[in-house]
T-cell receptor, first 113, second 116 residues
Framework: QKEVEQDPGPLSVPEGAIVSLNCTYS??????FMWYRQYSRKGPELLMY????GNKEDGRFTAQVDKSSKYISLFIRDSQPSDSATYLC?????????????FGQGTILTVHP | DAGVIQSPRHEVTEMGQEVTLRCKPI?????LFWYRQTMMRGLELLIY????????DSGMPEDRFSAKMPNASFSTLKIQPSEPRDSAVYFC??????????????FGPGTRLTVL
């Protein structure tokens, strides 16, 4: 069993829809949670970062972490065609494991006009 | 800043040949990471360095893989001998210790490796 599970999709939605992307994990030591966005033929780029449980909002994006359920989510409101990309969740433990990220498989999202 | 620079962008080689991938991190960054991405396995961390010192190489798949970081501005990932199952996109990323626990890793454009 992988430490981080993410539904690869693909997910196709109409412009303006609310998108929900999710990851589950098994390692209770994970404390830092991130979402990276990867456009086709490009490297991933950091989109959202959350420490421990709670919500974080940035414009149309909201990241949620539920450590009790070992479940994280990314919501995209008013989705745009420019949001079409692969979204990867990533996480790591605290302490000396700085830098060692474990990524989900990635979810391919297409937003059509 | 030019961002993380990787070369070559594409590499096609035959099984058994040596392959060397190169990376120049962002100036001032003290962490450097090598990842491999495939459809089957996703994005996997191979090895990472802090201040040019290898910290964790537990993701390196076999002895055929080796990585070096001779100075703060250059790193190589070498595969010798290469095999078809090594075909993947290899990413280099760098980050800077912030003290806040934030992990903004900046990725390069990747090297697409095909081993025939």
């Amino acid at each position: 069993q992988k430490e981080v599970e993410q539904d690869p999709g693909p997910l196709s939605v109409p412009e303006g829809a609310i998108v929900s992307l999710n990851c589950t994990y098994s390692n209770s030591a994970f404390q830092y949670f991130m979402w990276y966005r990867q456009y086709s033929r490009k490297g991933p780029e950091l989109l959202m970062y959350t420490y421990s449980s709670g919500n974080k909002e940035d414009g149309r994006f909201t990241a949620q972490v539920d450590k009790s359920s070992k479940y994280i989510s990314l919501f995209i409101r008013d989705s745009q065609p420019s949001d079409s990309a692969t979204y990867l969740c990533a996480m790591r433990a605290g302490g000396t494991s700085y830098g060692k990220l474990t990524f989900g498989q990635g979810t391919i999202l297409t937003v059509h006009p | 800043d030019a961002g993380v620079i990787q070369s070559p962008r594409h590499e096609v080689t035959e099984m058994g040949q040596e392959v060397t991938l190169r990376c120049k991190p962002i100036s001032g960054h003290d962490y450097l990471f090598w990842y491999r991405q495939t459809m089957m396995r996703g994005l996997e961390l191979l090895i990472y360095f802090n201040n040019n010192v290898p910290i964790d190489d537990s993701g390196m798949p076999e002895d055929r893989f080796s990585a070096k970081m001779p100075n703060a501005s250059f790193s190589t990932l070498k595969i010798q001998p290469s095999e078809p199952r090594d075909s993947a996109v290899y990413f280099c990323a760098s980050s800077r210790t912030s003290g806040r626990g934030a992990d903004t890793q900046y990725f390069g454009p990747g090297t697409r490796l095909t081993v025939l």
